[in-house]
């Protein structure tokens, strides 16, 4: 599944995507170019974001959103209602952006306390 909440068009991410994974298959798996299944990649319809720096957020908002509540979420793509309220993104984004942050900050510093301690 593809979702672009900046809404364009992302054929060659996924074709470059195609192409690393055969590579992988082919080297790490022993896979045979001839045998390689392409994978297929659905396109789907999400909100799009209000700026250009909310990809990541809004990529962990939907898996976690596809994890928590699959069988809402999957009828929201299926039938392609971006703007539907189950999205739950206005409600929802500002706390997850928050708490993402929080856990960034948590790691950074325990991070720096294991570089401390590792010198």
Same mark, same amino acid.
């Given at each position: =599944? ?11 991410? @996924? ?10 298959? =082919?080297?790490?798996?022993? %896979?045979?170019?001839? #045998? ?5 990649? %659905? ?5 799009? *974001?209000?700026?250009?720096?909310? @990809?990541?957020?809004? @990529? ?7 994890? *928590?509540?699959?069988? /809402?979420?999957? #009828? ?5 209602? /971006?703007? #539907? ?13 928050? &708490?993402?942050? /929080? &856990? ?5 510093? *325990? ?9």
């Amino acid at each position: =599944m593809v979702f672009d909440s900046l809404g364009g068009n992302r054929y060659e991410t @996924c074709k470059n995507t195609a192409e690393y994974l055969k590579k992988e298959a =082919m080297k790490k798996l022993k %896979v045979k170019e001839e #045998d390689f299944v392409e994978p297929e990649f %659905v396109h789907t319809s999400c909100p799009n *974001q209000k700026n250009l720096v909310d @990809c990541g957020v809004f @990529c962990l908002h939907y898996m976690n959103s596809l994890y *928590q509540d699959t069988e /809402r979420m999957m #009828d929201l793509l299926y039938n392609n209602l /971006r703007y #539907d309220k189950g999205w739950d993104n206005e409600e929802t984004l500002p706390t997850f952006r928050l &708490i993402l942050k /929080r &856990i960034a900050k948590r790691n950074i510093l *325990q991070y720096r306390e294991f570089l401390k301690k590792s010198l």
